[in-house]
């Protein structure tokens, strides 16, 4: 039952931030996911990351579409509103919601099956506008609340629980994000907090298009062997050697990447799969490079995760549309309505 | 036969070729008439293409004021010899035909029983001008002139109506005015003017102003508040958008800074663009999309999110001919159950049925009041009639008083005293919830919107006594709806008569007209003027005070029919359909035609039969 409060106690000692919030002001309901699943890391990662930040949970948007990972922002920031919204049309209500009020942070949820199926376009179109706004992909490569189908991101070659190889090929969102325009772009692993929370605290602090793809395993229908997505899969080959601090987005990008790892692990196909961390070489600020890396490393079996690309000085749809800076939410009458006199010239102009 | 003779009550029809730049010429002309105090309807009838397919304009000329489509055509301009025959045709018998006689045409090309009224206009223009677009544009400009001439006008009247369009720019007033005096001049010389067909000066039009619905809907947006606009281009909605963008320049731009106090988004398509307006409603700012049929198609699912979720919204649909792409550049009113049920489950909407321009801007900003009040979509339901033509109507006027009534909205004052906060309880007994703008209060009055079933306190449920304490509030909402939508507007008939017809929206000119039509007759008939959805009790207790009740629309299955039967519960029988749907606006004359059709067929004296009222 999600609506069950979690117990108020706390340790007198339970650590503050500079709002004199505990992380368990950055709470929500109890999750409803089943025990072990990636997702409730990811929103354990969401609440260390705003709590770190000192952010005021209310002046946080979450918003999401349908799906396992739709539902968490109901499990983290209970103080912030949240709108679940239909499936794969997060990214629209967003960015409505991002036009009418400038000054909330934008937090978008998503999966692999809201964001690179029925919402790949407006995955794709959110990108290419510049929404401000942090996109986390929890991908699982399946379907989990319709029990165990295949997605779109599930690797060509990946099995189901029943053994069904999938002939498909996938879809890298990151690529396309590449492409289309995301200001950040990233991809990490539920499993490794380490480089997962300093990601997200980089994208709540970017402005524009972050988006952040996690590959957050989905214990009941894709953790088995056969799976690219299982723990035992993603964690073996995910050796944390290239842990990302925070990065301030207008920062000169200067985390020290430790020698890239690589993991070659022999899949029950037969087909080699390398997750690998990014190494010294490695210009995050540099988009057509990104694309290239991304590419090159598919093209040999690899996972590329950590802070794909970076444009600290990006500008945002606002910006585009050149509106004011006092939110739109929050303009009276006054500036709203021209008034009687303004339609007595308008009359005469159309006479 | 002999020549029509009319002043001020006459139907001029020009055959055009799309993109020839006879728009303007063929506008230009309208205004005139208008500016002699004749009212004049035009009506664009346009293909689905850019260029070079056949478009006409059909003006209507009435001093009564009658502003529908009479139907026929007295004087044809014929300027396009793909759609010659058909045109030709298409004249009432001893009208008149006015075309470019540069080239000899056979003589079997032509009618007996017309008068055919040639004019070299291509001849002219190359003798004239040299540039090939001018020689185009100027053809058109010359026939206005000859036009003048041939209809007796006051030649200082377009003169200065051109001086007024082209201020500041001298040097294309001059040319046109040459070009008008070059048609006008050869008209002078080579017939008999005036002809038949006069416009005399009149009083008919006073402080009325001439625009398109769509122009007036974006412009209600304006007064509306409304900040936020997601869009997809679509036929005939798109210069709804256009229009508020326009209006948004001139009217919300910081004079400080030149910063917007809008912000309008060209999204992928109709579902984002909902998904847009959904979200900055939500979000607290008025917003809108502008959709027309396949539009309204595609948003269902997201309607049934803003209805479920209780999002205000508006919507304003530009009816076209549906089903499926259907005609795109024609006019229905074809979209009512489409948008009174939109998305699947038990959803009940909001609809506005706006006459003309005036009531499209009226009923446009209404729709932000009545959305925030209720917490739910509203959908302004026009048509491509009214949408694209410009119309004679009302000024538009505006109360400096009024205040933007933005619902139940809880403040963060509010939530600190204490006052107790349910997304979705009904403390007040109308089935309206209260609400919080995200980012009101640090530790009150957030929660969590959704499609799912919730209780009270918007925590997922699936409770059935949840559910259904919902599905109840949402039906009180409902009822309260019924009394916030326009009233409708009735029409006694001069003698008392046990037969009414309701009508709505575009019809509404057409139904006044045949409602004359049918008094001069000596058939009685009460009118209602539906204007919103719910039905107020007066359209159903407007039903149940007479025997039968005409229901006039513009579509194939008679859609409001089936909303009054279905919501009024209402005997079937009683419902006697009048219905036109092929694409054209409706007209008195089928209204007129329909009704005493069915009165004989119901073998019934139309006249003095007393009712109780």
Redesign the interface.
Known sequence: M??LAKPKLLRADAPKNALGYTRRDYEG?ISTLCAGCGHDSISAAVVQACFDLDI????V?K?SGIGCSSKT??YFL?????????HG?M???????????R??LYLGVSGDGDSASIGI??F??AMR?GVNMTYIVENNGVYGLTKGQFSATTDKGSKNKRGVVNNDTPIDLMALALQLGASYVARSFSGDKEQLIPLIKGALRHRGPAVIDVISPCVTFNNHAGSTKSYDYVREHNEAVNRLDFILPRDQINASYEPGSLRRVVQHDGSILHLRKLGNDYDPSDRVGAMNHLQERHALGEIVTGLLYVDSSAED??RH?????KP????G?A??????K??EA??AS?? | MKPIQSSNDFVIKFANVNGSGSASANELFARAIMRMGVPVAPRNIFPSYILGMPTWYEMRVSAAGWLGRRGGCDLMVAMNPQTWDRDIAEIEAGGYLVYDSTKTLPRSRFRDDITVLGIPLTEICNREYTDPRQRQLFKNIMYVGALAALLGMDFAVVEKLIADQYRGKDKLIGANVNALKLGYDYAKANFSCPIGLRVERANGVGDKIFINGNDACGLGAVYGGATVAGWYPITPSTSVIEAFSSYCRKYRTDPDNGMARYAIVQTEDELASIGVVIGAAWNGARSFTATSGPGISLMQEFFGLAYFAEVPVVVFNVQRGGPSTGMPTRTQQSDLIACAYASHGDTKHVLLFPEDPYECFTLGAQAFDLADRLQTPVFVLLDLDIGMNDRLCHPFDWDDQRRYDRGKVMSAEELEAGKNFGRYLDVDGDGIPWRTIPGTHPTKGAFFSRGTTRNAYAKYSEAGTDYVYNMERLRRKFETAKKLVPAPVLQRASQPTRFGAIYYGSTSPAMAEAYALLEAQGVHVDTLRVRGFPFADEVIDFINDHDYVFVVEQNESGQMRMLLMTEGEVDPKRLIRVLHYDGTPITARFISGRIADALAEHKVTPIRKQVAS
Do not use: M
């Open positions: 999600t609506y309901a005021e949970p209310h002046r948007a918003l922002p109901d209970g103080a912030s509103h949240g709108f679940n919204t239909t049309r990214p629209s209500v967003l960015t409505g919601a991002a036009l009418a009020n000054d909330l376009g407006q794709a179109h506008r749809l606002h549309l050149n509106t004011v800076e739109l939410n929050q303009l009458d500036y709203l309505c021209p008034g009687g303004a339609l308008l009359n159309l006479r």
